[in-house]
């Protein structure tokens, strides 16, 4: 991989790292201004929980996130971003630009999502 894609990835990686950072801190705060609410109106406790379990997935979906765009800032500096974890294929450009934390090529994304 050149060097100047490299530093268009990293830049894309940082990016979304940054807007994961900023909408998790929101989350955060939301669910911290929740809690009081369920805990003194147990009469209102089904629609607060939901909402509540809402945000809670939504941050560990994007906490998820956070953790492969590390892994993928650790395999750009190591020189192994862009090749599949699993079969060492080159991962596709077009599939690198639209999700440059992706570990996976689409053939064995598709597998294990197939395996699920
Ligand atoms: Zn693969």
Redesign the pocket.
Known sequence: MEKSEKIRYEKLLLDRKKELFESLSEIVQTSRELDPGIAQDIGDKAESSYTKEFLLSLSDTERRQLVMIDEALKRLAAGRFGV??????E?SKKRLSALPWTP??I???QKHEAAQ
Do not use: H
Not at 84 to 89: H, I, L, R, S, V
């Open positions: 599949c974890e699993d079969c060492g294929k991962v996976l090529c053939e064995c994304r």
